[in-house]
């Protein structure tokens, strides 16, 4: 009795402690942190979204780019940084569903080092080809695959990335090999995609839009189960011909492990206020971005199902651990 009294009022005393720090929650600058370089994607929405929540928490959101191996290093220091939510991760998606599979070693434990706050931004993949691909639309596409096995060749950002792994999903869900040629990089990927030196890439729409109007590149489809609203006329992969065909990225922000739930919902609550502000859904509807914020539960479950997706696809595609 006397052990679960103690027990008792430790939790007690816990949850007060909580709740002052809550109450009083922010009084400095919290730090947030972009694990990618300044002007990607991260960096452009950490910092739009850390504007407009500095408005209503009476703080300054500082934006922190920490770079280095596919966004662990800039993780790492989340995950090891004190949890009273003055430090947040606006992560990618590779860093919490995929690269436990692509790492030999992690800095951390994905399933325990972080809390989810809010998913802030997804897209939905893009196939895309340069002209003289002799295929109009995505069934097309796939019996010339399976015509000439491995004699397309598609680029990607870098082994591991998302355009690599949307590929890999691509020739899992329709059996057939294509050459994957990694770049440092996407936009490196798209200018040789462009003239003609590459045949096409499974690309995030921000990247490769701009071409796709100019006429320089040709989309088959879009990996999801709804047409997207800047490219109305192009099909869903279900449309065409692959029905379990759904790539997407997004980045969320995260805290690290123990952050008092009270913060974290005052966070989440910030963020979705955030992302629903006009200007805010004008900016970034115009890249194909969908802004989310979503509940913590719903964005945990996300990762929860993601990991298990992309592990079952790094595993088919033999992509060996770096």
Do not use: C
């Amino acid at each position: 009795m006397k052990v679960m009294g103690r027990t008792l009022l430790a939790a007690v005393a816990l949850f007060m402690v909580s709740a002052a720090q809550a109450q009083n929650y922010p009084d400095r600058p919290i730090r947030l942190i972009a694990p990618f370089p300044a002007g990607g994607l991260a960096d452009v929405l950490a910092r739009a979204v850390g504007d407009e929540m500095s408005k209503s928490l009476g703080q300054p959101v500082i934006v922190e780019n920490r770079t280095g191996a596919g966004g662990n290093t800039g993780a790492d220091a989340v995950a090891k940084a004190a949890p009273d939510g003055y430090t947040l991760l606006m992560s990618s998606a590779g860093i919490l569903t995929a690269n436990p599979f692509l790492y030999a070693a992690m800095p951390f434990d994905v399933e325990t080092a972080f809390i989810p706050v809010s998913n802030v931004a997804e897209m939905s993949m893009l196939v895309v080809v340069h002209p003289k691909v002799d295929a109009k639309t995505l069934k097309e596409f796939v019996a010339l695959a399976k015509a000439q096995p491995g004699k397309l060749n598609f680029g990607s950002p870098g082994i591991g990335t998302t355009g690599h792994l949307g590929l890999a999903m691509l020739m899992n869900a329709a059996g057939v090999k294509i050459t994957h040629v990694p770049y440092r990089g996407a936009a490196p990927a798209v200018t040789d995609l462009i003239a003609g030196q590459i045949d096409g890439v499974v690309d995030n729409p921000p990247t490769v839009l701009p071409h796709i109007a100019s006429g320089a590149l040709r989309p088959l489809a879009v990996a999801a189960k709804q047409r997207m609203p800047l490219l109305p006329e192009v099909p869903t992969a279900a449309e065409g011909v692959l029905a379990n065909y759904e790539a997407s990225s997004w980045f969320g922000i995260v805290a690290p492990a123990g952050t008092p739930s009270a913060i974290v919902a005052r966070l989440h609550k910030e963020i979705a206020v955030a992302v629903r502000t006009p200007a805010m859904q004008e900016r970034f509807s115009k890249s194909g971005a969908r802004l989310v914020g979503d509940t913590p539960q719903e964005f945990a479950a996300q990762i929860r199902a993601e990991r298990i997706t992309w592990s079952g696809i790094i595993k088919a595609a033999n992509i060996t651990p770096q």
